[in-house]
């Protein structure tokens, strides 16, 4: 999968935080696109994560709301400010 079928697939999840950012790593495993750290890290450096329509190589690449991630074989999120679930 290449990074423009990426940025085209349709799911987009909208996922709330309550603070200023939350690390892409964490947002990876509390959005359930990896189960563990070490798998979140390994999607991430294999250069399967999208930020914002780039390949992010770094975990703990502060993700903020109006960011949107694109994960390969996974879901898109959207990142929204203002709520109470991370």
């Not at 975990?59 to 949107?68: A, E, N, Q, V």
Request: with cysteine; charged share 20%; proline share 3%.
């Amino acid at each position: 999968m290449n990074c423009q079928e990426l940025e085209n697939k349709t799911s987009l999840v909208d996922i709330p935080i309550s603070g200023h950012y939350i690390t892409l790593g964490a947002l990876m495993k509390w959005a359930g696109a990896a189960t563990t750290g070490g798998e979140a890290k390994q999607l991430i450096q294999d250069g399967h994560v999208l930020v914002n329509g780039t390949t992010e190589t770094r975990r703990r690449r502060k993700i903020m709301p109006g960011d949107r991630i694109s994960i390969a074989f996974g879901p898109n999120f959207r990142i929204s400010g203002g709520g109470s679930c991370l």
